[in-house]
């Protein structure tokens, strides 16, 4: 340290050091940062203004959180050919609840089934209907009954159901009712936190956009809460969700992003132990005398089996 420098003491402890970095990191870096320094102030012209790719404040989202997002895009497009956006929240309600504000207005509806996630029923109940925006309960299994719904009400704009469910894993044709969707102007969502795209990937089947909580299986080890959306609509993504997640504050921090993207290194090896786990415990328990009922899709005896 030079001797002779001008500057307080004070000033020194509180001045931002340039990053004392010669090599790369071989792994994600945090970066922990609420705003980003420009190179000149056209830079934060360019960049406010949108001519110019770059970060600007953590709420916007950072280089840690976007990293992370671009690879769940890649891992639930993998060899399909199709191009995706990803956006992290800081919760699996988050995503769903920035989704539907993003897309849904008042007057519009909801084709769901009543099999789904407690808390996501919760948030069409109390927080959604006040806004009028209104279920539409349905067996998504009785594809008629799907489309008499559909025809009878134009106000329907988004079918949205978790395949398998949570928790007695229903599944649904995604294929089916992502073309039932399109063909009555409505979007198709699904959530895909219990397969995660290593054994299913919606968007292959005409999903229009994916929701997880990847709290769950993508990170894999309970300690971080966060959610992300993958959509194929990439100008909506970058335009719409990302302007109300930025507005309502449902933003991913970069910590839990990080910890998302430990855990993905090992999703493969993870979900095949975990589905050879769960198929052992439910052939055990589905002997038991004790238990009247096994609800595993890998069962023979279980009406989704494949």
Not at 254 to 276: C, F, P, Q, V
Request: net charge negative; glycine share 6%; with cysteine.
């Amino acid at each position: 340290m030079n001797k002779n420098n001008p500057l307080e003491f004070g000033t020194v402890c509180a001045k931002e050091f340039k990053e004392n970095r010669t090599t790369a990191p071989h792994v994600l870096p945090i970066y922990a940062t609420s705003s980003f320094a420009f190179e000149s102030l056209q830079q934060g012209i360019d960049v406010f203004t949108k001519k110019e790719e770059g970060h600007i404040y953590g709420r916007f989202g950072n280089p840690t959180t976007d990293t992370v997002a671009r690879k769940i895009a890649a891992l639930e497009t993998h060899q399909l050919n199709i191009d995706a956006e990803a956006i992290l929240f800081s919760s699996g309600m988050a995503a769903i609840s920035t989704l539907m504000l993003a897309t849904l207005q008042a007057g519009d509806k909801v084709l769901t089934p009543a099999n789904i996630y407690g808390g996501t029923i919760e948030l069409i109940n109390k927080v959604l209907l006040p806004l009028r925006i209104e279920p539409v309960w349905a067996d998504l299994n009785d594809l008629r009954q799907v489309e008499q719904l559909l025809q009878q009400d134009s106000t329907i704009k988004m079918i949205y159901f978790e395949t398998p469910a949570n928790p007695l894993l229903a599944c649904a044709d995604m294929a089916a009712i992502s073309e039932l969707a399109h063909q009555y102007e409505c979007i198709a969502v699904v959530d895909n936190t219990f397969c995660t795209p290593y054994i299913q990937q919606p968007l292959k089947f005409g999903i229009d956009f994916v929701v997880h909580s990847t709290t769950k299986y993508l990170n894999g080890h309970g300690n971080s809460v966060a959610g992300a959306v993958i959509g194929k609509d990439i100008a909506f993504m970058k335009s719409r969700l990302f302007q109300t997640m930025k507005l309502v504050g449902t933003n991913c921090n970069a910590w839990d992003a990080w910890l998302i993207y430990n855990g993905l290194k090992t999703l493969e090896l993870r979900m095949e132990r975990h589905s050879s786990n769960a198929m052992q415990l439910a052939e055990y328990l589905e002997k038991h005398r004790a238990i009247a009922k096994v609800y595993y899709n890998g069962l023979p005896s279980n009406p989704d089996h494949l």
